[in-house]
């Protein structure tokens, strides 16, 4: 039997079983619910056959009590407790059985469920139409003893019958009456007849909810005695099969590994013979065909060795070389390949070497211009042809073996390699070089900018403090020569009015040339000084202008401040010159780490591309203030589709750096 099938067979056998297992074990906890449920209904039975006599009983007692006490409370609660067992009033979700109370302390209060007779539970409970036939007279029985008690319940109240069986005719109360009644004989026959049906139900149900156990017990002993027989067969199963396993597959794999052990050792020799009619007899007859073609193999490997042995010098030019392109030069490198490419080829002593890179040539000791035959290889750089390297022997001798043809294209890829990874080395050099001439050049312009704003703040000041206070001294001298008495002069007088205008003018130039310089409202704060910057923006050139400031409250150095004063001013300067705008909007913001500014105009904006391209001083100079500061600076705009221009500054990186 094949070990596939068996294998399968064994599958399906364990499938089926554990499958037989599960259904009967489902089946079992089946039988085991059904039991159950039958305990549950027989004893939900009883308790309503139960309940049936109990009501009867507290009807009784209510009865009796109040023809005795004439308290009304025990005529409330007699017909309280008919009501429930009729399905009129909603049933105590509790036990619901009526005891004496106390007349003079409301009965206790439970929750209260539907309104549903005690017949129509015994319908749901699934009685069968006997027993329910049983329990409807038993019922009836005890409705005609309602009707006794409602005669006696009449009597005390001084009510009798009108002959319509209604109690409506009014007398004198007859408590006696009432007491012989419920008292009597025929009270006590009654009550009698009650219980007959009620015992033949009893009867009837214990030998139906017994009959059903004991077949639900039978049932789940069968399918005991089932499952145990499944069980049995299973571990008989597993026995054949572990006989057959050791038979059949595991005594040939041992031997098989022992042959196996024979050929790792050296035994070539060795054969398997398997006698088994599976799939580890075909696994013997390719150990042996297996065995046959290592055999063979080993034959064939002794017969290269010698081959290999002359490859080897190869391999070892192959690695010194490499090894010396690690840190020399181009001529120690190709000194480097003259001497070990000429001891792998196969007549070193006759092996001449020329190698031409770039226009320049090397070559070796034996290199004879006039020879005949020998090998090529051009040398690439990055794709481009670079040079070449020739092999040749310098006597006519046979030709080079196609391996050592190999040996040289290795040999002239590497070169190449070197050769790109030294241009490489030399690129990266020199950008080096540039960046860190790119950050002394923008160090030193931004030095130069710092001094440049110090001189402007330095000249605004000088203009503003020193000829500021020239002028309004002599803007006073002025007004005081008007004051003077004797002057009577009116060609004078037109001389000292021309006088004070030049000097107002002369004035309002100095406070203009200043606050171009060094605007005032900086010393306040980036945000004062926006404001004013908007403000003079939309007085001078008729543009509106919005400027949204974050409420936070935002505290920058005066490096900071300047910058974002600068740059703002000159998209501002840029609206005027070219946008042609009828809007602009300037927005302030920050978030946890960066300083946001953002001025966007509805203009009719520009190709950034071409704009890169030209290279503007003062797209440039924007850029480069942000980048003093370890920002940048975004300009996003489309032809007829505005500008926006977004400055981004990393406050807390700026602070640290500082």
């Not at 009967?24 to 939900?44: P, Y």
């Not at 090397?362 to 042809?385: A, T």
Request: charged share 25%; glycine share 6%; net charge negative.
């Amino acid at each position: 039997m094949q070990i596939v099938a068996f294998i399968n067979f064994c599958l399906v056998v364990i499938g089926l079983g554990l499958s037989l297992l599960i259904f009967l074990s489902s089946q079992v906890l089946g039988t085991l619910d059904d039991i159950a449920e039958a305990e549950r209904q027989k004893h939900k039975s009883f308790q309503l056959a139960n309940e049936l006599f109990q009501s009867s009983e507290d009807l009784t007692k209510m009865a009796r009590s109040y023809v005795t006490t004439g308290d009304p409370v025990y005529e409330r609660l007699f017909f309280e407790i008919l009501d429930i067992r009729n399905g009129k009033r909603p049933r105590p979700l509790e036990n619901h059985s009526i005891n004496y109370w106390d007349i003079n302390r409301p009965p206790p209060r439970s929750p209260r469920g539907n309104a549903l007779s005690l017949i129509d539970l015994m319908r749901r409970e699934g009685f069968s139409e006997w027993e329910l036939n049983l329990l409807q007279q038993s019922q009836e029985k005890s409705d005609n003893l309602v009707n006794l008690e409602k005669q006696a319940f009449a009597a005390v109240k001084g009510l009798y019958d009108d002959g319509f069986g209604n109690f409506t005719v009014p007398g004198t109360p007859d408590q006696g009456l009432a007491i012989n009644l419920l008292f009597g004989d025929r009270y006590n026959a009654e009550k009698t007849k009650i219980m007959t049906p009620i015992n033949q139900f009893m009867a009837e149900l214990e030998h139906r909810t017994q009959t059903t156990l004991n077949d639900l017990q039978s049932k789940f002993q069968q399918q005991i005695l089932l499952i145990l027989g499944v069980l049995c067969t299973a571990l008989l199963a597993v026995v054949v099969a572990a006989f057959y396993m050791r038979r059949n597959i595991l005594t040939p794999l041992g031997y098989l590994s022992r042959q196996a052990s024979n050929i790792a050792k050296g035994s070539y020799s060795t054969r398997c013979e398997i006698s088994t009619e599976n799939e580890i007899a075909k696994l013997g007859s390719d150990f042996n065909t297996m065995a046959e073609a290592i055999e063979h193999e080993i034959t064939k490997l002794k017969r290269v060795e010698a081959s290999l042995c002359e490859r080897l010098k190869e391999i070892n030019c192959f690695y010194s070389i490499r090894r010396s392109m690690e840190s020399n030069s181009l001529e120690e490198v190709c000194k480097s390949v003259f001497v070990y490419l000429s001891a792998a080829m196969q007549f070193p002593h006759l092996t001449g070497i020329r190698i031409e890179l770039d226009g320049k040539q090397f070559v070796s000791d034996q290199y004879d211009k006039h020879h005949k035959h020998g090998l090529h290889k051009q040398i690439v750089v990055y794709g481009g042809p670079y040079g070449w390297i020739e092999v040749f022997y310098s006597e006519n001798r046979p030709f080079l073996l196609p391996e050592e043809q190999n040996l040289i294209d290795v040999i002239g890829d590497d070169l190449g390699k070197w050769l790109e990874h030294k241009q490489a080395e030399a690129r990266i050099l020199v950008e080096q070089e540039l960046r860190v001439r790119d950050a002394a050049i923008r160090e030193f312009a931004a030095y130069v900018e710092r001094m440049r704003e110090e001189d402007r703040k330095y000249i605004a000041r000088e203009i503003h403090d020193e000829l500021g206070q020239l002028l309004a001294a002599l803007h006073l001298e002025l007004s005081l020569l008007k004051d003077l008495k004797g002057n009577r002069n009116g060609k004078v007088e037109n001389i000292r009015r021309n006088m004070s205008e030049l000097v107002d003018r002369a004035s309002q130039s100095v406070r203009v040339v200043a606050e171009h310089l060094r605007p005032a409202a900086l010393g306040l704060g980036i945000t004062s000084a926006l404001k004013k910057l908007t403000d003079e923006f939309r007085k001078h050139s008729g543009v509106i202008c919005t400027l949204h400031l974050t409420e936070e409250l935002i505290d920058l150095d005066e490096d900071q401040t300047v910058a974002i004063f600068r740059i703002v001013q000159e998209s501002l300067t840029n609206v005027i010159r070219h946008a042609e705008a009828s809007r602009v909007g300037v927005a302030l913001s920050q978030t946890a780490e960066d300083l946001i500014v953002e001025v966007s105009d509805d203009g009719k904006g520009f190709d950034s591309t071409e704009a890169a391209k030209k290279k503007t001083f003062g797209l440039l100079g924007m850029g480069e203030r942000a980048a003093v500061l370890g920002g940048r600076i975004d300009i996003a705009s489309a032809p007829q589709q505005g500008t926006v221009v977004r400055v981004c500054l990393p406050i807390k990186q700026y602070e640290e750096n500082s």
